[in-house]
């Protein structure tokens, strides 16, 4: 099993590197780095991609059934039904994407901060986790930006259960 982090068109290496140590030291595996991927064609409304149009080319970064993989977007994404999205995750696919488009503030801790959580969420997705009721677990679901500031970077007790359930299965 692999754990991939695939850059679409991303500059923000700083933030990738934190990121990357970030989710590697919750799920306590390492996890890879792509190379920039350009943005792949994806139905648009606006200046908005829509998120699921990423899973299929994330997806195609696999090199085995077994690689889980992250795309990270700087372009801000929508999904039917709802104005904005941070990610968007397939576990069937074993693939997600996050945006870094909500998360930009002057603030580069705190964006940072914002960042790790809205990748570990959708990871979790990839790992078996569902939305949790605990507004401090990082698999709570943030419908703004405040409800991502509140919760932690971390899962709550019962999720990492899940999680080391999940990772230690499928090793
Ligand atoms: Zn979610
Ligand atoms: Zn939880």
Redesign the pocket.
């Known amino acids: 099993m692999n754990i991939k982090l695939i850059l679409f068109d991303v500059k923000e290496s700083e933030l990738v590197e934190n990121l990357k140590n970030h989710v590697e030291r919750v799920l306590g595996t390492e996890i890879m780095l792509s190379e920039r991927r350009q943005l792949p064609a994806c139905r648009r409304r606006g200046d908005q991609y829509l998120a699921e149009d990423f899973i299929f080319p994330v997806n195609k970064e696999a090199e085995s059934g077994e690689d889980y993989k992250l795309g990270v977007v700087e372009v801000d994404l929508y999904s039917s039904g709802l104005n904005f999205v941070f990610g968007v995750?397939s576990p069937f696919k074993k693939s997600a994407v996050v945006s870094l488009f909500r998360l930009k503030t002057h603030d580069k801790k705190l964006y940072f901060e914002r960042a790790k959580k809205e990748a570990t969420?959708e990871i979790g997705?990839l790992f078996g986790l569902e939305?949790c009721r605990d507004t401090r677990c990082v698999m709570h679901?943030s419908n703004s930006i405040l409800d991502t500031d509140y919760k932690s970077p971390f899962p709550c007790v019962r999720c990492n259960k899940k999680l080391s359930y999940f990772l230690s299965s499928h090793r």
């Open positions: 995750a969420h997705h939305h679901f």
